[in-house]
């Protein structure tokens, strides 16, 4: 790699694009933007990994194992020597060699992109930090899904900023 920076993209499947077993709002847009993000950091010659979750069953609401909506949306398709990390877990570093993979490339920042926010995006970002990696968070590269709980309804753009605002103060730059 040119540099010490990686892009990472989670979870830009299928599932979460209208149509698919889980939608997330404005899906279209947050994809759009993250293949204009990836395409910059490919000019750029910085490290690509792309991160995909399956669930544990077939019988899961979504990624189900093997399916097309489990599958990486072709807006972000990864490119021949790109690396692809299957996970299993919200945070990208659970049980997977993304940080050994990120060390050997002598990565020390890291641009993160993709849904859901309120889970994956969260997760995977402090994790990052508590790695000890630099991270940069692009907010309309990433997607959240209204959400309720205990009778209390938030909308997408609600729960995006319920989470990035803790994120942006401790986490990440939030862009």
Excluded at 83 to 97: G, Q, Y
Aim: proline share 3%.
């Amino acid at each position: 790699m040119s540099n010490a920076n990686a892009l990472i993209l989670v979870d830009i499947q299928n599932d979460y694009f209208t149509g698919g077993l889980w939608p997330v709002e404005d899906m279209d847009r947050v994809a759009s933007q993250a293949a204009e993000v990836l395409h910059d950091a490919r000019t750029a010659g910085e490290m690509i990994v792309h991160v995909y979750h399956e669930a544990a069953s077939d019988s899961a609401p979504f990624f189900r194992p093997g399916t097309l909506g489990a599958q990486i949306h072709a807006s972000v398709a990864p490119l021949k020597g790109e690396a692809v990390i299957l996970k299993h877990r919200p945070n990208s570093f659970h049980e997977t060699d993304l940080h050994t993979q990120l060390q050997s490339a002598g990565i020390t920042h890291m641009t993160i992109i993709g849904a859901m926010t309120q889970m994956c995006i969260d997760a995977t970002t402090r994790a990052a930090r508590d790695l000890g990696y630099d991270v940069t968070l692009v907010s309309d590269a990433c997607g959240a899904k209204a959400l309720s709980f205990n009778g209390v309804h938030l909308g997408a753009a609600e729960v995006q900023a319920a989470f990035l605002g803790p994120l942006a103060m401790s986490y990440a730059k939030v862009i």
